[in-house]
């Protein structure tokens, strides 16, 4: 058989080779910082599979490389349920439970389904591929599927994706009502997860369409959708969707020691009513908030320059930045639990919600400014409710 190198086959082989870098880079951070990015990171690695299985069968390799015959359902099978949970990890801001592996029984029933194919010899399996390069009908219908009519499999995909998309957009309302205010982490935040339902609502489309199409318009969607949200996380978006706001928390010099400056009464007079407008301001707006919330950025808000800001807490409090405003997330944290606003929240919620980038950065701040872990002080105030 001839092998097709054409326009077509190369995009399909330029958003295959996108979609499986983009989701290694993606599981290399989530494994290492940000568990949340998991199945997205497996998602996008799944995708980019599914348009290489794609891309295999129309460039006609697929006759050198026969075993990765009837693969592609697999990783678009995979594709889907990641996509949910990858919703539900970032608005939960949660890892792993064992629960949600059942939402691959649909998968290993596909993969029981064609076990006697997968495991025929290559030269067995050509046979198929040849009748599938004639007629294109005999893939998209399924027809040498053992347990199921003809259409059954790919409507099937059909219906999961509409359910887990209608699903996501439910976690999605119900995360939005929650929020306070829209700060700009909870802008960027929401922005995002509006990306990702609107790259899945147009495969849930293109899965429709197909249904009375050719099988080249769900390859296509897939190509569009893998390169529209890799080209999205690396140019649109912060670094701290996909990466965890390590990057854009700059690590603290231990400064040196600086000789006592004298300040005059009237200078100091002056820094602390500077200082009250900096307090009012950030009780109002409740910047600190923000995840990555840096003394620039206060500055550009407050309209003071960055130096003069980290004169005055040196002078009023003799704290720098990084602990002024995390002084202010723990206070905050501690109200919210107070009141057992957040009982139902995890830990990791709880430091989202405070604008800390992960677990142990909350947990530390809040041992250095309350003398205690987080979950001890919440146990307390919970026995504190119930007596």
């Not at 059942?102 to 290993?108: E, N, R, S, T, Y």
């Not at 205690?372 to 307390?380: D, I, L, N, Q």
Request: charged content about 20%.
């Amino acid at each position: 058989m001839e092998i097709i190198f054409n326009f077509d086959t190369v995009l399909f082989l330029a958003s295959a080779a996108v979609g499986i870098l983009s989701g290694a880079i993606i599981l290399y951070f989530g494994f290492k910082y940000n568990p949340a990015n998991q199945p997205l990171g497996f998602g996008q690695l799944c995708l980019g599979l599914a348009i290489w299985s794609a891309f295999i069968f129309t460039s006609g390799l697929i006759i050198y490389l026969p075993h990765w015959y009837r693969t592609s359902n697999i990783f678009t099978m995979l594709f889907i349920p990641m996509s949910f949970l990858y919703v539900v990890f970032f608005t939960q801001n949660r890892s792993w439970k064992w629960y949600d592996f059942l939402h691959f029984i649909p998968v290993m029933i596909y993969i029981v389904d064609y076990w006697s194919i997968f495991m025929l010899s290559g030269e067995e399996k050509k046979l198929l591929i040849q009748q599938g390069l004639s007629d294109l009908d005999f893939l998209r219908e399924f027809r040498d599927s053992r347990f199921f009519g003809p259409h059954f499999h790919w409507e099937f995909r059909t219906a999961q994706f509409s359910l887990y998309w209608l699903a996501e957009v439910a976690i999605f309302v119900k995360w939005l009502r929650i929020q306070g205010p829209l700060t700009r982490q909870v802008v960027q935040r929401r922005n995002w997860i509006l990306v990702i339902l609107g790259c899945h609502l147009a495969m849930v489309i293109v899965h429709y369409l197909s249904l009375f199409a050719t099988i080249d318009l769900l390859i296509i969607s897939g190509l569009f959708v893998t390169l529209g949200t890799s080209i999205t996380l690396v140019i649109f978006f912060y670094p701290s969707i996909l990466y965890g706001s390590y990057l854009s928390e700059k690590p603290q010099l231990t400064p040196k020691i600086q000789p006592q400056i004298i300040i005059k009464e009237e200078e100091k007079q002056k820094m602390e009513e500077m200082y009250l407008k900096m307090e009012a301001f950030l009780e109002e707006k409740k910047n600190f908030l923000n995840e990555g919330y840096t003394v620039h950025d206060f500055s550009q808000d407050i309209v003071i320059p960055p130096y003069q800001i980290s004169k005055i807490l040196r002078t009023v409090l003799n704290i720098g930045f990084v602990d002024y405003i995390n002084q202010k997330r723990i206070k905050y944290c501690i109200d919210k639990l107070d009141q057992e606003t957040w009982n139902t929240y995890t830990l990791e919620a709880v430091a989202t919600e405070c604008g800390f980038s992960n677990r142990n950065t909350f947990t530390q701040a809040f041992i250095k400014f309350q003398g205690e872990t987080p979950s001890v002080y919440r146990s307390k105030v919970k026995k504190i409710k119930r007596s």
